[in-house]
């Protein structure tokens, strides 16, 4: 989620952050084939867009839910559903840094899209998440997004481990987006609207199948502004 909201919880414990072990409650497998990752180059045909179109996409819902419906700021689950879109269901990181596990959910027509870690910077944010043209937010995502330890990065998907995540880096061209006069995820007072654009790694995951599943994503940022900013996070979903 936005490294803007952890620094503004105060959270920047690196060495709690590397040191936090992962917890992925066991899943049920019977008559279920796993969830699969839909690999960078397939996402357009398997799902209409890229990578980087859909981080956008996910960008303007989550922005345009207030925190205390958002579920980026969910510790259980319980607003996941808004995350299901007519194309694609997406699922939040964790808004404080905190390591968080959810119930969810999930249809089994529609893919599911993640971020692992993710940033991203508009006209409305003070700086360092401030920009005034689209190429100044670009680069302002792509230096946060620089910080990223690769070896930080883990994916677990129904108990096993998916490897190097290096490749599922993606960058969103520029968008448009709103956000509630108050108590938004940006925490910025006296705007609805603005221009942002973000960084990061993401995952596509092909429809689930019906049954019990187990997603676990993690990263953290290593170095500059966001440096000790961490995401740690599993969903137990069900698929129906």
């Not at 607003?79 to 299901?84: A, L, P, Q, Y």
């Not at 999930?106 to 689209?134: M, R």
């Not at 910080?147 to 129904?158: A, E, F, N, P, R």
């Amino acid at each position: 989620m936005h490294v803007r909201a952890v620094l503004r919880y105060g959270i920047s414990a690196l060495a709690a952050a590397v040191a936090a072990l992962v917890v992925v409650a066991p899943a049920t497998f019977a008559n279920t084939q796993r969830l699969s990752i839909i690999a960078p180059q397939g996402a357009r045909p398997a799902s209409g867009k890229t990578y980087g179109d859909w981080s956008a996409a996910w960008w303007q819902l989550m922005m345009a839910i207030p925190v205390e419906s958002n579920p980026t700021f969910d510790s259980t689950g319980a607003n996941c559903s808004g995350g299901n879109t007519a194309g694609v269901f997406f699922l939040a990181g964790q808004g404080t840094g905190e390591t968080v596990m959810r119930s969810c959910t999930v249809p089994t027509t529609k893919p599911l899209f993640f971020p692992l870690i993710n940033v991203e910077c508009s006209n409305v944010e003070a700086p360092p998440f401030y920009g005034a043209t689209d190429a100044d937010r670009e680069a302002c995502a792509r230096q946060v997004a620089d910080g990223i330890g690769i070896s930080t990065l883990q994916v677990v998907l129904d108990e096993v481990n998916v490897g190097n995540m290096s490749r599922f880096r993606a960058a969103s061209l520029p968008f448009n987006f709103t956000v509630p006069l108050n108590d938004n995820i940006l925490f910025v007072d006296g705007v609805t609207s603005g221009t942002s654009a973000s960084d990061g790694y993401w995952v596509l995951l092909s429809p689930p199948s019906r049954g019990a599943h187990t997603i676990h994503f993690e990263g953290l940022v290593i170095s500059g502004v966001g440096a000790g900013f961490s995401q740690n996070v599993t969903y137990n979903l069900t698929a129906q």
